[in-house]
């Protein structure tokens, strides 16, 4: 693997101007638009995943622990736990990452890491299911940080082939005209003055896509983003981390871990513990609040034999009554057909003839009338999932909850050292290293005992303590 530090952000020089105010071309600089797009620049004033100086692309750790390095104890062997353990490691700890089962490629259930349609997009997702005020302010700065380090690993020819990583133009259609749908308008918007790369607005995509011209489209923009194969991703990323140093334990960790931290960091010989185990939380972080979202994809051959080969994505959001039309490809021979959204269904007992995936499939074969001729994948044709959602979507803060000890017969309040990371729904990949990111500098509050904060009051995003700017 060849050295990719000198790496540029593919956003660096034009996202430059965008903080301070400038909007892209083609968007009239109107004093509203301004007052709209503001706290977007705000986003960029720190962040901690920045390659070349937080994290490396080389399979070492950008800073190598010493004995006396702190020690994490991640649980979770999904894409937040994994990259999650990768920020961590280039910051010189010592990371042992506990998961009940790791990805794997058989006709059986896999991760819900690898079920994911893991296309980078700017939020809310076109699942339609990300509403938290709060939540999305810190998605839209995560999702950034996270393009820059997909979109490098895929500007690496070697790092793309061995991650399943690279650019695709992905194409959004849209129902009505976007300034007709405030929330689509200010997302485009948005997207326009952060300078993600190749940003094109045009109703004319509608038919130069071989889109149904009866469809429900009449408006639609193209950008370029990470695409990510996730069964490759998976299975570099497991290795890429240990490579760096991480040591990889299968273990079930069952109960409440506000109970059992002392007891785990003990046996673990960990400082902080992070929890990263999506729907699981509802058990281990006692959040009562986790609820999972089915979905479904149709996993069909995409060889240019039945239909034209598909290289972008085709995409309609979910919005309101209206379902959702995904149409990715995961590799140069697989094509994924989606989705759906069931909230609170917890089986995964979804077949081709279900009526929510015969409805799903027809939907796409409606708007790209060519699929009517594709042929299943005869190895994995159905792929489902539960997103790990929550009641407040994303949770990236400290354990809030006290506990106490007793010593000399004084009981006190003691602080935790448990850092959480879940509820990325169908949004892991997109967010990943933003929120790993975050979780590094709760991880260094955590060290020094400070006294936990809400998610809801870091309205601007977290800023390092003195030491952290000193060590950065």
């Known amino acids: 693997m060849k050295n990719v530090e000198n790496l540029a952000s593919p956003r660096a020089k034009v996202r430059d101007l965008a903080i301070k105010g400038r909007l892209s071309a083609g968007v009239k600089s109107s004093k509203n638009q301004r007052e709209q797009l503001q706290p977007l620049a705000n986003m960029h004033s720190f962040n901690p995943v920045t390659l070349g100086r937080d994290i490396s692309l080389n399979p070492t750790p950008f800073r190598a622990p010493t004995p006396s390095s702190p020690r994490v104890l991640v649980i979770g062997g999904g894409v937040t736990g994994l990259v999650t353990s990768w920020v961590l490691l280039d910051r010189g700890y010592h990371v042992t990452v506990v998961a009940k089962e790791w990805c794997s490629y058989g006709k059986g259930q896999r991760l819900t890491s690898q079920i994911a349609g893991a296309l980078w997009e700017y939020p809310p997702a076109v699942c339609g299911q990300h509403t938290d005020a709060i939540s999305l302010h810190h998605s839209r ?57 190749g940003f094109n607005r045009d109703a004319n995509l509608i038919l130069d896509r071989g889109v149904n011209p009866q469809s429900e489209a009449i408006d639609a923009y193209e950008h370029f983003a990470p695409m990510i194969d996730t069964d490759r991703a998976m299975a570099w990323l497991t290795e890429f981390v240990r490579a760096k140093g991480a040591e990889l334990i299968t273990e079930t960790i069952h109960g409440d871990l506000l109970d059992q931290e002392d007891e785990l960091r003990d046996r673990f010989d960990a400082d902080v513990i992070i929890n990263a185990t999506g729907l699981a939380s509802a058990e281990l972080a006692g959040d009562k609040t986790c609820y999972p979202i089915r979905g479904g994809l149709i996993r069909v051959i995409n060889d240019g034999k039945d239909f034209p080969k598909i290289r972008d994505p085709l995409i309609i959001a979910a919005e309101g009554a209206n379902e959702i039309v995904f149409i990715v490809p995961r590799n140069e021979n697989i094509l994924l057909i989606g989705g759906c959204t069931e909230p609170h269904q917890w089986k995964l007992d979804l077949t081709l003839d279900s009526p929510i995936i015969q409805r799903m499939r027809k939907r796409c074969e409606d708007f ?60 892991g990949w997109s967010l990943s290293f933003g929120c790993a990111g975050d979780v590094a500098l709760l991880v260094a509050e955590a060290l020094q005992d400070i006294p936990p904060q809400e998610m809801s009051r870091r309205r601007t995003g977290l800023k390092p303590t003195p030491t952290q700017e000193a060590r950065l």
């Open 368 to 427: 790209y009338p060519p699929l009517k001729n594709a042929r299943l994948d005869p190895t994995y044709p159905l792929a489902q999932g539960l997103r790990p959602f929550r009641k407040r979507n994303v949770r990236v803060e400290r354990e809030l909850r006290q506990r106490y000890v007793t010593v000399n017969g004084i009981t006190r309040p003691k602080v935790s050292r448990i850092v959480h990371s879940y509820g990325q729904g169908g949004a």
């Open 141 to 197: 700065r995560w999702s950034l940080q996270a393009y820059d380090i997909w979109a490098a690993i895929a500007a690496d020819p070697d790092l793309s082939a061995e991650s399943g990583v690279r650019m695709t133009r992905p194409t959004f259609f849209f129902r009505e005209p976007l300034e007709e749908n405030k929330v689509q308008y200010k997302k485009m918007l948005e997207i326009k003055q952060s300078n993600i790369q």
